[in-house]
């Protein structure tokens, strides 16, 4: 080694990270071609005895226990999988799981702690905001390629490092962006937004607000909650007379309340209804209560209800998860999954393995991170099929964020029905940042 980010070769010429990279892929390529393996791979598998190891920062208490609780049951079946077929560059993948309680403080103790007393290859899982924002920066102090599922556009806005990606599930702005004129155009221009008091809700604050301009709308009130509240009647009464859609966003232990209050307050003579399904995440749409959502609309990133075009990769995954065509557990019919979230985690894993085939990982010192990042950056499309089953996908390496379709499901007789799809091109927006520019 000779410098930061380069290899001597024996002539005495340079091999950067890069051009690596693009020479451990092609021959990767290759390889599948003639059954052989190049040089690297061959001294990776003769090391299969030490795993790929993966801290899995789960939210296994706190406000997202049921996604933590769902996230692990999609890593478990995914890492099945993945081992069952030979692992990652020929070594099985040992997940090494720690509970961040939904806290951010927590969250940066828990990447400490797999970089420092585990020693990582990567971390991966992070859902909620609030504890991304308070996790990242120990990710990227500590070096530790942060590979998170969780929505916010902090990724994607440059607020974070060149460690952390979301490659897995799209953003809020890309969400909301690409649905703003549905909203707009089917069910009203004049909307009151509902939405948690922390970084995610405000995510759809800001972006919603100027996406219902752009398609002449207006928002009519702001009302933020409290993510500890347990009562929400007094927000509805927040909600002004002249308003033609009520956008509701809501998480945590208590969206059961928070819809059934919905309805207790409106009743027969509401708004017209748009909600992230968010709000209904790990709830059976037929509990007592909900009825009064029939007819309204719900955004979902992966329709919880099996539809009637159904792909096999959809059932694949399906399947390996353990989950029916209502979106429960088969295991357990009432125990209903986060449907719209937890496959992030599943594609996130590919991306992983995927990034570290193609720069042809060993170790968890800073070449091979750096490496992988690089390997990372330089993906930009991932086909749909058994590892990506939500669907294709694109992947701006500067962004560190990929973008999908979008669903706007109808509630029909207590399931969800699939009324429209976006196109990944309604998602995208002007890029904001190039992590690609700033140091490893």
């Known amino acids: ?21 693009k020479g451990l892929g092609a021959a990767a390529g290759a390889a599948a071609a003639s059954g052989l393996l190049p040089t690297p791979m061959r001294f990776i598998q003769a090391h299969a ?38 692992g990652i560059n020929g070594r099985q993948i040992v997940i090494i799981a720690e509970d961040d309680g939904t806290d ?11 970089a420092t007393k585990h020693k990582v290859d990567a971390v991966f899982g992070t859902l909620f905001s609030h504890v991304v924002m308070g996790s ?40 909301v962006i690409a649905m703003a004129p549905w909203i707009a155009n089917n069910l009203g221009k004049k909307v009151s937004m509902i939405y948690p008091d922390y970084a995610f809700g405000y995510d ?39 308003t ?6 809501m998480v945590g232990p208590g969206v059961l309340t928070f819809v059934k209050e919905m309805g207790d307050h409106f009743g027969t003579t509401r708004p017209q209804i748009f909600g992230f399904i968010d709000s209904l995440e790990a709830t059976d749409m037929a509990s007592p209560g909900l009825e009064y959502l029939d007819g309204t609309y719900f955004w979902e990133a992966f329709p919880r209800y099996a539809q009637k075009d159904q792909t096999d990769f959809d059932k694949h995954y ?33 991306v992983i393995k995927a990034g570290m085939e193609k720069s042809g990982y060993q170790k968890p010192t800073f070449h091979d991170k750096g490496t992988l990042i690089e390997a990372v950056e ?4 991932f086909a749909e099929g058994d590892e990506h089953p939500q669907g294709d996908k694109t992947f701006n390496g500067k962004l560190h964020q990929c973008y999908g379709h979008q669903y706007i499901s109808k509630v029909e007789g207590g399931k969800l029905n699939v009324v429209h799809k976006t196109a990944i091109q309604d998602g995208l927006y002007p890029p904001e940042t190039d992590y690609t520019t700033k140091p490893l």
Not at 1 to 21: E, P
Not at 143 to 168: C, D, I, W
Request: overall charge positive; some cysteine; proline content about 5%.
């Open 1 to 21: 080694m000779t410098a930061k980010g380069t290899i001597k070769k024996s002539s005495g010429s340079l091999i950067t990270r890069r051009s690596l990279v």
């Open 49 to 86: 005895a030490e795993p790929i190891k993966l801290g899995f920062q789960v939210h296994r208490t706190g406000i997202g226990a049921a996604y933590g609780r769902w996230y692990e049951q999609t890593t478990t079946a995914a890492v099945k999988l993945i081992n069952d077929a030979g």
């Open 104 to 114: 951010p403080k927590r969250g940066a103790e828990v990447v400490e702690k797999f």
């Open 136 to 175: 990242a920066p120990t990710a990227g102090q500590l070096k530790m390629p942060y590979f998170v599922v969780s929505e916010g556009h902090h990724v994607a806005s440059g607020a974070l490092n060149r460690y952390t990606f979301q490659p897995g599930i799209t953003d809020v702005k890309s969400q």
């Open 204 to 242: 759809h604050r800001d972006f919603f607000s100027a996406a219902i301009k752009e398609q002449g709308g207006s928002i009519s009130a702001l009302i933020p909650v409290a993510p500890t509240e347990t009562s929400y009647s007094k927000y509805f009464a927040q909600v002004p007379a002249d």
């Open 244 to 249: 033609e859609v009520i956008y509701h966003v």
């Open 318 to 350: 399906r399947a390996a998860v353990g989950v029916d065509d209502n979106g429960a557990s088969t295991a357990d019919p009432k125990e209903v999954s986060t449907y719209s979230h937890m496959f992030g985690c599943w594609e996130t894993l590919y």
């Open 378 to 381: 330089a993906m930009t499309v």
